[in-house]
């Protein structure tokens, strides 16, 4: 956003493009790794598909930044619970990469149950010239066997190999909103409704149980999890959001249960504002801490929130992403939307925030400049190279050319999942089966 929207150029990436596409295409997470060299993507099929960019080649110089698919997996399996009479999805909630240490990437992905840690690895040789076994894997007659031989690597053509290394199950008794690596890179958590569960990597059998929030008596419950994450340098700090629309800060250096928190983040309610739908619109979807760690982001129904760790009374700067939707909430009640979950997330300098809306629209926010634009991500301007206009949305009145009205928006075309590069402004964003990998001009 450092320069005018209209130059934006796009590199249009598509996963799944069918215009038959199922349930099962349905984007459901998309993440970056800590270089950006690779993007990961879950769905709601239970498969994760990872994209790794282009290297830059002398003669096709403006090919980088191109991503291609990678690799593809099946992650998770839908299963039954038979205590419960319940299946469980294999669609995918989250995905979180861990910091490279080899050769190999290493991600976590979730769906409601289960954690599972992936090696994704390549491998462009091959042994062969085995003693005991022939080249096709077969045992050979010991009584053959007269002289010993020197297996070899020969070369092979390159292969992805994705393999679960580790399965964390059996911890949850509601469904898993969150996982988060720690800045330790030893231990991680996940989230459900009620509980927030503290990992090790190496352990699969137990984990810790850092948060609580399940009363005795279930009738009294008020308000549950919706989001949790690590802050990105302490590894004793997190925050957790709830369904009421406050953020907790917990410190786990005070006690091994984080029951009574260290900071709470809640904004005062305007009275004028006051209406039936106030509570649902409160509720957080998302919460990020920004990659310096001192501010957290959240996002509710109709806004996003720049909130900083030393003033928990009321957020520093708050952005409308669809105030003319107020006066539809009833009918978005009606059709469900109002019960969608956005997500939000920071550039790589945590100067621009972007959040997703509907229409496939999606929008950023400039915070030095307080500038903000609406973009689009649809078939119509997805072809490489074009250019993003920006949007208007009408409320009343005279329609001008460009702008769209209120009341022709499609709310079944919803932009919930985006993510931004580390480091260059490089955005992806998940419009239902369709994936849009968008950049800035290259000059």
């Known amino acids: 956003m450092e320069e005018d929207a209209e130059t934006r150029k796009i590199s249009g990436s598509f996963l799944r493009d069918h215009s038959y596409a199922t349930e099962a295409d349905i984007i459901s997470t998309v993440e970056f790794n800590h270089t950006g060299e690779l993007l990961a993507t879950g769905d709601k099929g239970g498969r994760v598909v990872i994209f790794q960019r ?8 403006h090919r980088r930044g191109e ?5 593809t997996f099946q992650s998770h399996e839908p299963e039954f619970d038979y205590l419960k009479s319940l299946e469980i999805e294999e669609k995918i909630n989250k995905i979180r990469w861990l910091p490279q240490q080899n050769a190999a990437y290493f991600l976590l992905s979730t769906n409601d149950k289960t954690v599972k840690l992936w090696k994704v690895s390549e491998r462009d040789k091959r042994p062969e010239g085995y003693n005991l076994k022939d080249e096709d894997g077969r045992l050979r007659d010991p009584s053959m066997i007269t002289m010993l031989r020197v297996p070899v690597l020969r070369p092979m053509d390159l292969m992805v190999e994705a393999t679960p290394r580790r ?3 059996n911890a949850h008794t509601y469904h898993i909103n969150s996982i988060s690596v720690n800045s330790d890179y030893e231990t991680y958590m996940s989230a459900d409704d009620l509980r927030i569960n503290l990992w090790n990597f190496e352990i699969t059998n137990q984990s810790f149980n850092i948060v609580d929030i399940k009363p005795a008596n279930m009738e009294e419950l008020t308000e549950v999890i919706t989001a949790a994450e690590f802050h990105p340098h302490h590894c004793n700090t997190f925050v957790y959001s709830s369904s009421k629309g406050t953020i907790r800060l917990c410190d786990m ?6 029951d009574r928190h260290a900071k709470f983040f809640e904004e005062p309610e305007d009275p004028s504002n006051r209406s039936f739908f106030s509570e649902i619109i409160s509720s957080i979807s998302d919460v990020k ?5 001192r501010y957290i982001m959240t996002r509710d129904y109709l806004t996003v929130k720049v909130w900083d760790l030393n003033m928990e009374n009321r957020p520093i700067e708050t952005y409308q992403v669809h105030d003319y ?3 539809k909430l009833c009918s978005l009640y009606e059709n469900d939307c109002i019960f969608d979950k956005f997500e939000c997330v920071w550039n790589g300098s945590d ?7 509907y229409n496939n629209f999606f929008r950023m926010f400039d915070r030095n400049t307080k500038r903000d634009v609406t973009l689009e991500a649809s078939r119509e301007n997805s072809k490489p190279r074009a250019i993003l206009k920006p949007r208007k949305v009408c409320v009343g009145g005279k329609r001008r050319k460009d702008e769209i009205s209120v ?6 075309k919803k932009i919930l999942h985006t993510a931004w590069h580390p480091s260059e402004n490089i955005i992806a964003v998940a419009a239902t089966n369709n994936l849009y990998i968008f950049q800035d001009k290259v000059n």
């Open 289 to 293: 801490f920004s990659h310096s760690g």
């Open 54 to 61: 282009e290297q830059e080649s002398k003669n096709q110089p």
């Open 351 to 357: 100067s621009v925030i972007m959040t997703g809306s």
């Open 167 to 169: 399965v964390f199950a």
């Open 407 to 412: 009341d022709s928006l499609d709310f079944s």
């Open 67 to 71: 991503y291609n698919v990678y690799s």
């Open 325 to 327: 939707l107020r006066s």
């Open 253 to 258: 250096r005070t006690s091994a249960l984080c």
